[in-house]
Every structure is written in C-alpha cells, then in structure tokens.
T-cell receptor, first 115, second 113 residues
Framework: SQQGEEDPQALSIQEGENATMNCSYKTSINNLQWYRQNSGRGLVHLILIRSNEREKHSGRLRVTLDTSKKSSSLLITASRAADTASYFCATDAVLTQGGSEKLVFGKGTKLTVNP | KAGVTQTPRYLIKTRGQQVTLSCSPISGHRSVSWYQQTPGQGLQFLFEYFSETQRNKGNFPGRFSGRQFSNSRSEMNVSTLELGDSALYLC????????????FGPGTRLTVL
C-alpha cells in the first residue's frame, strides 16, 4: 500500500544548524503534509504542499515537492532545542473517482537538537 | 478557535473489556478521522466520518467501530480489548475533504492489561 517513508530515521544536530528530512512515497498524491509530534503527544500540522506546487515556506520551514521522483524534503533552518521532536510526512491517495480521504503516514524522523 | 479535543486523555483497561473514546472537532469541521499509533506499526488510519456517515475505513477488525453525531462530535469504540490494542488513539478533523488541512487532537493513551 502507498506509504510515505522518511529518511533518515533519526537525526542529531547542534542548535543553530539546519536539519533536512526526506520523504518518499509510491503513488500519485493530491497533497503532502508534514507534521511534528513531541514525545507521545498529538500531531502538530506544519505545512501542506499540493501536488502542483514545488516549494513552500513557513517561517523557518521550507518544504519541496518533486512529484516526478515522488519525494519531498523538509528543511528546518537555524534549529532550536525546542525543535526536538518526531517529524512525519503524510500523503493522501488519488482515488480513481477523484479526491482522497485518508492520510498515510511514514514512520517518521526523530530529530534531536542539542543545545 | 479551540482545537480538536479528545477525552479521556489516558485510559487503562483489561483484556476483554470495551472502551469508548470521544473526539470534538474544531468548530465548523465536518470530517473526523481516527488513527492508531503504536511503536511497531506507526500511524494507521482507522476510519473517517463525514456528516454522520462513515466515508472511509482502514484495515482494522470489526471490533473497532465509530460514529459521528449531528454536531460532528465523534466516538470510537473498541470491544473485546486485546493487549495489542494498547496505543495512542488520535482524532483529526478537517472542514470538508482532501483539499483541507487535517488537524489532530492530543490523543488518548489506551493501555490494555
């Protein structure tokens, strides 16, 4: 079944450095979303990028989408200790009748930002 | 605007029991989805409700069921609990369909002993 796969599984950096996480998926999508999850808590929506968009920015976040390679990347610039969390990409399937209804998540990248 | 709320936040049950979890979506959101998160399987889609009708369903046994009320609030029920049902259950809401952002609640941590 279609699934986003994040890479790397874990990433440890120093405060102030940039963090890049990648996501690959298997089938055509309408949207790709990135979420953050602090340990054992709910998911916080970060950014949504549509299939006809190539790049999107939100504050210190930059997301790119390459539908030809079925991949996306999330860049967090000037990272802070508070960015320590797990990051998930979520894709939705394009249904034959159009639209889509559920998100399919990858396993996530665990980011640790050391002060 | 209040976010998605879930109750209870923590729950401990024993095998064989049943449990009901509740979710209140963001005001104006008509779609509510449920997800199960475990360390082994990650985040998995359970089902989605829209205007009191189940619109989509994941690959979970019939012990997992849900419903949505006219005010868009949703409940999820798990009957005959098994140890493997221990998980974080997340509810998410969005205004209508796939073109809308999906917002998640804090989750209900269910432990089955």
């Amino acid at each position: 079944s279609q699934q986003g796969e994040e890479d790397p599984q874990a990433l440890s950096i120093q405060e102030g450095e940039n963090a890049t996480m990648n996501c690959s998926y298997k089938t055509s999508i309408n949207n790709l979303q990135w979420y953050r999850q602090n340990s054992g808590r709910g998911l916080v929506h970060l950014i949504l990028i549509r299939s006809n968009e190539r790049e999107k920015h939100s504050g210190r976040l930059r997301v790119t989408l390459d539908t030809s390679k079925k991949s996306s990347s999330l860049l967090i610039t000037a990272s802070r200790a508070a960015d320590t969390a797990s990051y998930f990409c979520a894709t939705d399937a394009v249904l034959t009748q159009g639209g889509s209804e559920k998100l399919v998540f990858g396993k996530g990248t665990k980011l640790t930002v050391n002060p | 605007k209040a976010g998605v709320t879930q109750t209870p936040r923590y729950l401990i049950k024993t095998r064989g029991q049943q449990v009901t979890l509740s979710c209140s979506p963001i005001s104006g959101h008509r779609s509510v989805s449920w997800y199960q998160q475990t360390p082994g399987q990650g985040l998995q889609f359970l089902f989605e409700y829209f205007s009191e009708t189940q619109r989509n369903k994941g690959n979970f046994p019939g012990r997992f069921s849900g419903r949505q009320f006219s005010n868009s609030r949703s409940e999820m029920n798990v009957s005959t609990l098994e140890l493997g049902d221990s998980a974080l259950y997340l509810c998410a809401s969005r205004r209508n369909g796939w073109w809308d952002t999906q917002y998640f609640g804090p989750g209900t941590r269910l432990t089955v002993l």
